[in-house]
């Protein structure tokens, strides 16, 4: 079952403007992190936020989490062509294991 | 750098033919995972392992078993493959720290062909 739900599911905006991507989940979390995914790549891992933090920045990124309203922002500023990816959340339930589940990604295409 | 590696890129295979994926990783993590990806489903975990000998069933483990045998290894299994196993296999690895989950670390993927 799919935990985390991103939207939009795409979304193309000009170089050097930012990205707004959101992700909804349904229970309680430990913590919540974003990842990358360049076309027919692994993941990389960009971010994560604990359930008991509201914000933070990682060079142009950056992320919120609102865990009454069960949803995540990532914000990518100034955007550059090479930010053109898929970009998933995932969360992990607090039931005590160590597994993540993903949502089904927005796809961010920058337009030179 | 470390790295998780995937033993190869690109797969094709015949039905019924038993198929091993193989993913091994050097950080020294104890925990290690196989999830596929569908277009439109995102990705879905098949299983993954705490520790060594050890596997717990992830949310679509039919017609899928794995090995864990050493720390650093990681094998998922088609035991008699089929058409609708036709996917990209993603292997992850993470530490242990106690406190939910930290960062995977993903190897590049599999992309497997059944015909």
């Known amino acids: 079952s799919q935990q985390g739900e991103e939207d939009p599911q795409a979304l193309s905006i000009q170089e050097g403007e930012n990205a707004t991507m959101n992700c909804s989940y349904k229970t309680s979390i430990n913590n919540l992190q974003w990842y990358r995914q360049n076309s027919g790549r692994g993941l990389v891992h960009l971010i994560l936020?604990?359930?008991?933090?509201r914000e933070k920045h990682s060079g142009r990124l950056r992320v919120t989490l609102d865990t009454s309203k069960k949803s995540s922002s990532l914000l990518i500023t100034a955007s550059r062509a090479a930010d053109t990816a898929s970009y998933f959340c995932a969360t992990d339930a607090n039931f005590g294991n160590e597994k993540l589940t993903f949502g089904t990604g927005t796809r961010l295409t920058i337009i030179p | 750098d470390v790295k998780v590696t995937q033993s190869s890129r690109y797969l094709v295979k015949r039905t019924g033919e038993k198929v091993f994926l193989e993913c091994v990783q050097d950080?020294?993590?104890?925990?290690m995972f196989w999830y596929r990806q569908d277009p439109g489903l995102g990705l879905r975990l098949i299983y993954f392992s705490y520790d060594v000998k050890m596997k717990e069933k992830g949310d679509i483990p039919e017609g899928y078993s794995v090995s864990r045998e050493k720390k650093e290894r990681f094998s998922l299994i088609l035991e008699s493959a089929s058409t609708n196993q036709t996917s990209m296999y993603l292997c992850?690895?993470?530490?242990?720290?106690?406190?939910?989950?930290?960062?995977?670390?993903f190897g590049s993927g599999t992309r497997l062909t059944v015909v």
């Open positions: 936020i604990r359930s008991n933090e």
């Open positions: 950080m020294d993590h104890e925990n």
């Open positions: 992850a690895s993470s530490l242990w720290i106690g406190t939910g989950v930290d960062g995977y670390t």
